[in-house]
């Protein structure tokens, strides 16, 4: 599956869905590369080394090509740019914006009030308690499968992924949101279109191999 490639050093944690989201690109185009493994709950993020390498203190960078790039989403485009073959975007304009709307919805909408830092100030210093974390949690997520699962269900450009029979830039962000849902027990039955692409994803290895669960520095 790997295709000769300039250097690549991926620095992510097994647990972020926004690592999870390059693993799973770098998987498709079967680019390989360097784990630097940065452990967010340890507040590796925090120490003066990864800064260097990323000021906002987060999950994923990727060097490649000289340069430090950062955002989930912006590398993942940067690698379909460079490495077009298969491609994550559709060809036409209309098909495009789609795809780039519904990885919106999650990358933009969902993930952001859901990630450890937000997860964490709740807990301290606003003192919330593990149920009331799990709650908000779980409120974001079907929220955002509320409306995802009626902008993949009623339109026909979705086909076995959710844009026609490829997987692209939405599956990409996608996946790693409903893992994260099965993590803290949320009832995926009323999104039967987002559970049955995410199923037809986690079937190929690209997404499988990305899987938390399959990652050198997995802990409990």
């Known amino acids: ?20 989201r390059v693993r799973i690109a770098l998987n498709l185009k079967g680019l390989g590369y360097e784990d630097a493994f940065i452990h967010l709950r340890r507040g590796d993020q925090r120490g003066g080394d990864f800064l260097g390498v990323n000021p906002q203190g987060l999950v994923p960078a990727l060097q490649t090509d000289g340069q430090t790039l950062i955002q989930s989403l912006a ?4 690698l379909d740019e460079t490495h077009p073959e298969p491609p994550f ?6 098909g495009r914006a789609r795809v780039r709307a519904l990885a919106g919805v999650v990358a933009c909408d969902i993930h952001p009030v859901n990630n450890l830092r937000v997860l964490r100030y709740l807990s301290r210093p606003l003192g919330h308690d593990q149920a009331a974390i799990e709650a908000w949690y779980n409120h974001w997520i079907a929220t955002g499968f509320e409306a995802l699962e009626r902008l993949l269900a009623e339109d026909r450009r979705t086909g076995a992924f959710c844009h026609g029979d490829r997987p692209g830039l939405a599956d990409i962000a996608l996946v790693p949101q ?20 995410c199923q037809a994803c986690m079937k190929l290895d690209a997404f499988a191999a990305a899987h938390p669960n399959s990652q050198p520095d997995r802990d409990d």
Do not use: H, Q, W
Request: glycine share 2%; net charge positive; hydrophobic share 45%.
């Open 75 to 78: 590398i993942i485009e940067y």
């Open 178 to 197: 409903a893992v994260n849902a099965e993590r803290y027990r949320l009832d995926l039955s009323p999104y039967p279109t987002i559970a049955r692409i």
């Open 1 to 20: 599956m790997t295709k000769t490639a300039s250097s690549i050093k991926l620095f992510g944690f097994f647990r972020s869905s926004a690592a999870f």
């Open 89 to 94: 975007l559709p060809a036409d304009t209309a």
